[in-house]
């Protein structure tokens, strides 16, 4: 019989899959969690879908050997080409946020009309588009790449004039559109929710990946019966490829909550596995 307590592995091509954690301990708080951040060859989006492959299993790897019971891709690069190949591999549970967020927006978009907002490779790749067609052939998508969130979630500028000036920027043509939903399609965005919502307008539902997969991940868990028998908290670990100047300043602000240690990976034993 499995061990129940095994902990779930997370991994992402950075720091921002760091938000994911966040809502994933929120939902099963009981439950263990191993993330792999692969700092030292971030962004997967500027990568070949074949690197891009090739990086995940080795990451679903890294974390097995942690002995995980299922993986969460909370990489929007990874989520978009990686998955058939990580189920394809591994005999885990396999989660993305592409697919979960899709069905999840779809749910809060009555009248049809979705918003995708994401880095410039995860609008160009088109992912959660072919996400939304499959659940609705109906939805009228709109997609809009906002590459400057991420340096300013990285800043933890949320209440800034700036942000709110790029948000404006950046959304002003959604306004029209008359949005039921929009898809925060990139792992950092859930941090300037506030200055997307108010460039957007209150009657958009802002959906947040992480929050989807999450609601995922327990559903997985619950089918296969794999769900945490534990009654306290469980256990975080963090690992990465790299450590970045201001690193743990700016996981802590991802998280929410502080980390007490963060170890390295060699590149050299990734590869290896």
């Known amino acids: 019989m499995i061990d129940l307590r095994k902990p779930i592995g997370v991994f992402d091509s950075g720091i921002g899959g760091l938000t994911v954690v966040k809502r994933l301990v929120e939902k099963l708080p009981n439950e263990r969690f191993v993330y792999f951040g692969d700092t030292a060859r971030v962004p997967y989006g500027a990568k070949s879908n074949e690197t891009v492959i090739e990086y995940a299993l080795q990451d679903a790897r890294f974390l097995l050997s942690r002995n995980v019971k299922a993986i969460v891709v909370a990489c929007n690069s990874a989520s978009s080409v990686a998955i058939p190949a990580l189920r394809a591999a591994f005999d885990v549970p396999v989660v ?23 880095t410039r490779a995860t609008i160009d790749n088109r992912a959660y588009s072919r996400a939304l067609a499959s659940v609705n052939p109906d939805v009228k998508i709109f997609e809009k790449a906002c590459p400057l969130f991420v340096p300013l979630a990285e800043e933890g500028w949320i209440d800034e004039e700036v942000t709110r000036l790029v948000a404006e920027k950046y959304l002003a043509e959604f306004r029209e559109k008359e949005l039921d939903a929009l898809i925060l399609g990139c792992t950092h965005y859930p941090l300037l929710a506030a200055p997307i919502q108010a460039a957007v307008g209150e009657n958009v539902a802002l959906v947040d990946s992480g929050v989807a997969a999450a609601e995922a991940t327990a559903q997985e868990l619950t089918t296969l019966g794999l769900r945490s028998d534990f009654e306290g908290e469980g256990e975080r670990e963090f690992f990465v490829s790299d450590v970045p100047t201001k690193f743990k300043e700016v996981a802590e602000r991802f998280l929410g909550r502080e980390i007490e240690k963060i170890r390295k990976v060699d590149l050299e034993t990734l590869r290896r596995r």
């Not at 946020?97 to 994401?118: C, D, L, Q, S």
Request: hydrophobic share 40%; aromatic share 4%.
């Open 96 to 118: 993305g946020v592409i697919e979960p967020g899709a069905r999840y927006a779809a749910r809060r978009a009555p009248g049809g009309k979705i918003g995708v907002v994401g």
